[in-house]
């Protein structure tokens, strides 16, 4: 049971346009909403993060937005860069504010972001 | 450099064998994850362990088992390995079990022949 969707599986922009990664769950006990870049050959890096009291977060050029009623929530980079050429990994768990729950995270199954010049 | 080693970063052997992964967590870090990673299945959560008591299970084969000791690092062990357990193995570690940050290591990369 895959209780994080994540779309698309690849993505290729242009340097300087909008790069966007959706995502939805299903565990209406999720109370936390990370997103984590991932460089070949290195794990996983904490990108940004979300509660879900929040509806929208942003940190530079990257922005997340999160929508509760739908259970959906994207990442939206703006100005990419070639740099930013990595997979993209959106995660979710519980227990987070609450106290109560697994807290370990379900990742989506990423997306593999490629901004060409 | 997140902090978290892991060793060793490449492993390579034969179907059946056994094979022990470490992990040395962040300085100060009690919690310590194991993921798999593959092509088809994304990261999938296999242990959790704080400050050496298992906390969480995911799926985990009952062929693995992991063990976190007193001074904090942990241990994958994957016994009568097939095929299929080529992958990326990944230790993650936090401060405590709630929201804060999960910090990976560079993984080690199984691959059984």
């Known amino acids: 049971q895959q209780q994080v969707k994540q779309s698309p599986q690849s993505l290729i922009v242009q340097k300087g346009g909008i790069s966007i990664i959706n995502c939805a769950y299903e565990?209406?006990?999720?109370?936390?909403f990370p997103w984590y870049q991932q460089f070949p050959g290195k794990g996983p890096a904490l990108l940004i993060a979300i509660r879900p009291d929040v509806s929208e977060k942003k940190e530079g050029r990257f922005t997340i937005s999160f929508n509760k009623s739908a259970k959906q929530f994207s990442l939206h980079i703006m100005d990419s860069q070639p740099g930013d050429s990595a997979t993209y990994f959106c995660a979710a768990s519980s227990g987070a504010y609450s106290g109560a729950g697994s807290y370990q995270l379900t990742f989506g199954k990423g997306t593999k972001l490629s901004v060409i010049p | 450099d997140s902090g978290v080693t892991q060793t060793p970063k490449h492993l390579i052997t034969a179907t059946g064998q056994r094979v022990t992964l470490r992990c040395s967590p962040r300085s100060g870090d009690l919690s310590v994850y194991w993921y798999q990673q593959s092509l088809d299945q994304g990261l999938q959560f296999l242990i959790q362990?704080?400050?050496?008591?298992?906390?969480a299970k995911g799926n985990i084969l009952e062929r693995f088992s992991a063990q976190q000791f007193p001074d904090l690092h942990s241990e994958l062990n994957l016994s009568s390995l097939e095929l299929g357990d080529s992958a990326l193995y990944f230790c993650?570690?936090?401060?405590?079990?709630?929201?804060?940050?999960?910090?990976f290591g560079n993984g080690t990369r199984l691959t059984v022949t």
């Open positions: 565990n209406t006990a999720f109370d936390y």
């Open positions: 362990y704080y400050n050496g008591e298992e906390r």
């Open positions: 993650a570690s936090s401060v405590d079990l709630r929201n804060s940050p999960l910090h």
